[in-house]
Structure formats: structure tokens, C-alpha cells
């Protein structure tokens, strides 16, 4: 374990708290470089497990079980944004943990976000924060129809979200929100999806990837296409946002931004991960250093590369049984660049892995994958 200079060179342990594709992808990434990488996830043998040196099998926020895991590694990192914040802070004293608190705490809670995003002037839709059934007719009063109505902690891919689209929506979302805070937001009519990575290290270097097109089914995402079929000033005006969040968050690490495209060519920025992001798997085969590569060397104290793009990509997601489909055509899909997660139950709509090819013509690629449309 060396920790030399301000920076951890290999071989130090990476402790990463998830154990998901994310996880993995950032564990394959780390161990290419030669550190050490250990998981705290309930699921033996989870996806990142079966690339990393050790598991800690228990809940995320069993606090002894992160302990553990603080004093067997130089760093903590995170693969998804609902982390125990409290037990984040009992291990402080413990651990290199250079995200700081205050991005998570930001990024876990929609209200905060949105705050944080009006606050910086950034361009963010209309919001009201509602935590009873009085604040919820006050807000669809303001806000008006359609409307969405969000779960500030918790929520993902369109979980705990209630489309309002007349009063008697509004009665029956009233039955069901109290003891909960909650968001109202505009629902936007927006042209198309895009997402935007970009890290940040502790020098204050800033580095964004290629923006992503990307196409949602069931609010899951479903394909990602690289570069996003947008003006050009789209994809400067999407770069300049990306480098002022991370530096108003203090960024740390790799942060997704997903944004909607309006007619106008206007964007808005819908949410921010603050860690790799589906949207950014495309980095692995198009790029010159991954989404997850950029993530390690950020919290590792490494300097980042200028990101350059070789190739256009298309990354579509294997959910559920399209896993299995996929499994059975590689052998005679060269172009392929298959991901299989390694998850012990296959289920419907569960991100199993995902397929990304790579090539000069969108609408080849397109076709390359078209049976999992
Ligand atoms: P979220 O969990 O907030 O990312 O929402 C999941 C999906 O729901 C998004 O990818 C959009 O397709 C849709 N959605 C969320 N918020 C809005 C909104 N304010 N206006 C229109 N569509 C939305």
C-alpha cells in the first residue's frame, strides 16, 4: 500500500461501495491498473465481486461491514448515489474518501439538486417541493398540467413517479404522499434525451466526454448513440453546464448529467449522478480512456488526459432475456463488444449487460443491433 505524493499508486486497495455493473466496470478498470479492489455488497458473488481481490457480504449500511471495508482500503469510492451518509462520516478517520459529502447529499435528493442547479443559475425545470397534501395543491396551483411528481430520495429509472394530468390525478397522488418529501415538475416536452460525462481530479482539471443521444423505454434507457445527433451548439452549450456543475459541486470523480433537449435547442438539465453512468459505457470501446478509468485516476489523485473519440458508437442495454438472445447470436456478431454482467437471475427488464459496436456510420450501427429494439 503505497500512498506516495498525494496520489495512491498501485498497488493500494480501492474499496467500492456496490456491487453492481458499475462497480464491476470500475473494478476492471482499476485492476488493469494493478490496485487492489475490495466490494461491500449483500449479493455473493456479485457482478463486482467476480472481478475484485475480496467481498464484504452485508447491507450497504451496515456500518461494522463498512468499517471493515474502510480499514482494508487506501480509498472509498461509491457506484450509486443512495449511500448511508452517516456511515460515510464514522469512517472518515479511517479512509481516503475524496468525494466530498456534500455531492452525494446533493445528488441523493432531488430538492437539493434542483436547489443547487437554480441556485447556479443552471438551467433546471420548474419545481415545487411538497411534503403534504397542502403543499401539493399549492404546487400543481404553480406548476399547472402535465406534471410530474418525484420522490426526492429513492427514486430511479421512473420509480415513484406520478404523472398528473388533471385533478383527479391530483386526488389520488394526494392518498399516497404523505410522509414523504416529494418534488412537482413541470413535465417538459422536450425533442430528445441526452447525457453528458465529465470528471473532475483534485487539481481542478476538467475533462468532458462525447455527449449522448439517448433513447428510454419504460423510462429505463435503452440505447445510447455517440455523438448525439444535435447541433453543435448543443454540444458546447452541454460541455460548458457539465464543467460548471463540477466545479460548483467541487467534483471529485466522474459525474453523469442527463439533460433534455428542447425544440429550441435549449437544454435542460434533468438529473446528475455522481458516478459513471449507463449513458457512458459507450467510453470503453470509443474512446481513448473509459468513463471508469477517468473515475479511478480522479479518486486515485491522477492527472486525466485530453478525451478524444476514435469511433461513433451505439450502446444498447440487455435487459432480461435479451441477454440471453444476445449470448446466443455473438458467434456470428464479430462487430459485438458484449458485456454480460454476470448476474445470478435473469429478470424481466433487470440491466443483465450490454452490447456496444463501434464504426463511422450511426445508421450502421443502428442496424448492427436492431434486434434488441
Ligand atoms: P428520472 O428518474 O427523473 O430520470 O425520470 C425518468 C424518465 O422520465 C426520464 O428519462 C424522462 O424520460 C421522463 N421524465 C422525467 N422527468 C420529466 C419531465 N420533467 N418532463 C418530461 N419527462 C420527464
Redesign the pocket.
Known sequence: MTNSNDFLTSPSTIGILGGGQLGQMMALSAKEMGYKVGILDPTPKSPAAQVSDFQIVAEYNDKDALKKLAEKSDVLTYEFENVDQDSIKDVQNKVLIPQKLNELSITSHRKREKDFLFNNNLPV?NYQYVNNVDDLKLAVDIIGFPS?L?TCEG????HD?IDLNDQEDVIKAAEKINGREWIL????N?DK?ISIMVARNKDNQIETFPLSENI?KH?ILHTSIVPARVDDKVHKNAEKVAQKIAEKLELIGVLGI?F?LLPNDEIIV??LAPRPHNSGHYTIEACNISQFEAHIRCICGLSLPKITMDHHSVMVNLLGDNLTLARNELKDNPAWHLHDYGKAEIRPERKMGHITVVGDSIEDLLKEVKQFE
Open positions: 425545470v410530474i418525484k427514486g430511479y429509472d421512473g413517479q415538475e413541470q413535465k417538459v422536450f434525451e428510454h423510462h442527463e433534455f434533468n438529473e
